[in-house]
Nanobody, 115 residues
Framework: QVQLVESGGGLVQPGGSLRLSCAAS????????MGWYRQAPGKERELVAR???????VYADSVKGRCTISRDNAKNTVHLQMNSLKPEDTAVYHC?????????WGQGTQVTVSS
């Protein structure tokens, strides 16, 4: 059972930055597609960004140019650097590890963008 633990959320003013981190418990992390999803109150969970084991990335249109996903396979971690944050980025951000039909989710970290 892979465990994912997120950190780095918090309260930030509009225009600010946050760096989210996700630590995986297993060394098989390196072969999984890692992603960040978010869920705002009353809305469905949506993809923010994901990165393959080889480093290919995909971003939601809403965060392109503002967010960067990266991974360190040696440390079993994935990061999401978020810049120019907007109030509409407020959500619980979840880390995801997927490989075919198998996937794991972290508990999530709250990001609140407010003045």
């Amino acid at each position: 059972q892979v465990q994912l633990v997120e950190s780095g959320g918090g309260l930030v003013q509009p225009g600010g930055s946050l760096r989210l981190s996700c630590a995986a418990s297993e060394s098989i992390f390196s072969i999984y597609i890692m992603g960040w999803y978010r869920q705002a109150p009353g809305k469905e969970r949506e993809l923010v960004a994901r990165i393959t084991s080889s480093g290919r990335t995909v971003y939601a249109d809403s965060v392109k140019g503002r967010c960067t996903i990266s991974r360190d396979n040696a440390k079993n971690t994935v990061h999401l650097q978020m810049n120019s944050l907007k109030p509409e980025d407020t959500a619980v951000y979840h880390c995801n590890a997927g490989l075919g039909p198998v996937e794991y989710w972290g508990q999530g970290t709250q990001v609140t963008v407010s003045s």
